[in-house]
């Protein structure tokens, strides 16, 4: 899987925009994903085959699945985000994960915290209510991105240090199943460290939901983990088949990850706004150190988080206690599902205000 890629995808962007242009070829991706292709006079063949692709469902999906695992996905709140960012540093190892980043320059020095704020955008409009249905943004936010990932794999494959034989397509179809698991059974079983009860059919709705966002970004693995036991499975081999050959690539991505919310103090800011700050840069690093393993943490010259080290324990006790009054008290699933969704928005708005995420392909290397 390592080799396979997204060849409907591919030859959308090939047809239309290399046909049209850069900025033609966007304006007719937004037209359609507002209006529909048959909006579009005369629309390419690979467009038509594209949005055909996503248009009709798998026989797979079942729906209320699909809702259920975005539902606990919301319920994750922020804690999701901030593990998903501290898990993703353990396959900062990899050359294939790690030197598109690298090369482009994402995730990397200052970057590093407007694309992670752009990935937890996507992760908000994918997981909202409804969002993947036709016509829900996170529908076409899963769209925009499967292209944006064909602009890096194309312009990666012709860079001299690509190496493809040892590494494999850029954003192949393996590491984005990978990725896949990171926000399904990974945090669906280590969340509990901080009190959520997330249930055997609760983890395995999230790897449903996952499977469709996947499905909606052109991933289509030969193999898709149905169940927990299988998702194990897959990490476990996952791990031991590692080269661990990015080096220092992989150190300073996660290096500039865990140093992203860490911001001078502004003697003229409100103190408020100065203590916020200073929560969630302790906050960021803290569950980066508890969740990522210390080797990992270690193998990354990554500093003390200190006593922050310990945020997803102290955690523990307010949020088991919410979570046990939901399990026995149905109307407050609601008030749970509702609290978690505005937490989510009021995070992403304060640390990304006024600007929507964008997801547009790095346009130039950095070496």
């Known amino acids: 899987m390592y080799y396979d890629a997204d060849p409907l995808a591919e030859a959308f962007v090939d047809e239309v925009y290399g046909g049209l ?115 829900g943004a996170g529908r076409a936010s899963a769209l925009r991105v499967r292209v944006m990932h064909v602009f890096v794999r194309q312009r990666l494959k012709e860079h001299p240090e690509w190496d493809l034989e040892a590494w494999g397509v850029p954003n192949s179809q393996a590491d984005a199943l990978l990725t896949l698991m990171g926000g399904s059974v990974i945090p669906g079983l280590a969340l509990k460290a901080m009190g959520y009860r997330s249930t055997k059919e609760d983890i395995e709705a999230t790897l449903h939901f996952w499977r469709y966002v996947g499905h909606l970004m052109g991933v289509r693995p030969r193999f898709y983990p149905a169940s927990i036991g299988e998702a194990l499975q897959l990490m476990f081999v996952s791990y031991f088949k590692r080269a661990e050959s990015a080096g220092e690539d992989g150190v300073r991505l996660s290096q500039s990850y865990f140093d992203a919310f860490a911001t001078a103090p502004d003697p003229e800011a409100p103190w408020p706004e100065r203590l916020k700050d200073a929560l969630e840069s302790g906050i960021h690093r803290g569950m980066t150190r508890f969740f990522l393993p210390a080797p990992m943490y270690k193998a990354n010259r990554l500093p003390s988080a200190g006593l922050w080290a310990l945020y997803p324990l102290v955690c523990f006790g307010p949020i088991f206690t919410a979570e046990t009054l939901r399990h026995h008290i149905g109307a407050l699933d609601d008030v749970a599902d509702r609290f978690a969704r505005g937490q989510r928005r009021r995070w992403l708005s304060y640390h990304l205000p006024n600007r929507r995420a964008e997801y547009e392909p790095v346009e130039h290397f950095t070496r």
């Open 21 to 135: 242009g850069r900025e033609a070829g966007r304006r007719m991706l937004e037209q359609a994903l507002l209006h529909g292709t048959a909006s579009i006079a005369n629309a390419p063949e690979s467009l038509l085959r594209l949005f055909g692709d996503i248009e009709h469902d798998p026989e797979w999906v079942d729906w209320d699945r699909v809702e259920h695992g975005a539902r606990v996905f919301r319920r994750w709140g922020t804690s999701v985000f901030r593990f998903a960012g501290a898990v993703t540093l353990g396959a900062y190892s990899e050359s294939s994960v790690a030197k598109p980043l690298a090369l482009t320059g994402a995730y990397a020095g200052e970057t590093a915290k407007r694309r992670f704020l752009e990935t937890a955008a996507f992760w908000i409009a994918v997981s909202e209510h409804d969002g993947l249905r036709p016509g």
